[in-house]
């Protein structure tokens, strides 16, 4: 059973409209330039799953971070999806995040982000359909 869902109305594809019914999201879409569209204001699906995916992970983080009484409270998340040509003729999604978290060793930061990898809703929807590298930097 859900303990929550997200509601949101899109218009025209890439080149519409994307609203929620919280009001909390109201933006257009556009088409970025290297993908044969004009660019200019507005965001695209690639942005709007970095930006959720990014969010997940860093919340995971968090909390696999505060179970193991570390402080990551000023960790940063470069979340960046690329939209790569797929075998198939078509595209496919891959992610990398850069995992800044000041304070812990290279080792310590790898074990807490992948563990966080292991938690985030995100990464279990994604797992073994979309390649993630997390980067320690």
């Known amino acids: 059973m859900a303990v929550y869902t997200a509601k949101v109305t899109v218009h025209g594809g890439r080149q519409g409209k994307v609203e929620s019914t919280t009001g909390g999201l109201d933006v257009d879409l556009v088409m970025p330039k290297?993908?044969?569209?004009?660019?200019?204001?507005?965001?695209n699906?690639?942005?709007l799953f970095a930006a959720g995916y990014g969010a997940c992970y860093?919340?995971?983080?968090?909390?696999?971070?505060?179970?193991?009484?570390?402080?990551?409270?000023?960790t940063?998340?470069?979340?960046?999806?690329?939209?790569?040509?797929?075998?198939?003729?078509?595209?496919?999604l891959s992610v990398r995040m850069d995992i800044n978290i000041p304070g812990l060793s290279k080792e310590e930061a790898t074990d807490i982000a992948k563990?966080?990898?292991?938690?985030?809703?995100?990464?279990?929807?994604?797992?073994?359909?979309?390649?993630?590298?997390?980067?320690?930097?």
């Open 34 to 43: 290297e993908l044969g569209g004009g660019g200019g204001t507005g965001t």
């Open 45 to 47: 699906p690639e942005e």
């Open 76 to 92: 940063t998340i470069v979340n960046n999806v690329m939209l790569d040509k797929d075998t198939d003729g078509g595209f496919k």
């Open 115 to 137: 563990k966080a990898h292991e938690f985030c809703p995100y990464s279990k929807a994604i797992r073994g359909n979309i390649d993630v590298q997390l980067n320690i930097v």
């Open 58 to 74: 860093q919340s995971a983080l968090a909390n696999v971070a505060r179970q193991a009484k570390l402080d990551v409270k000023d």
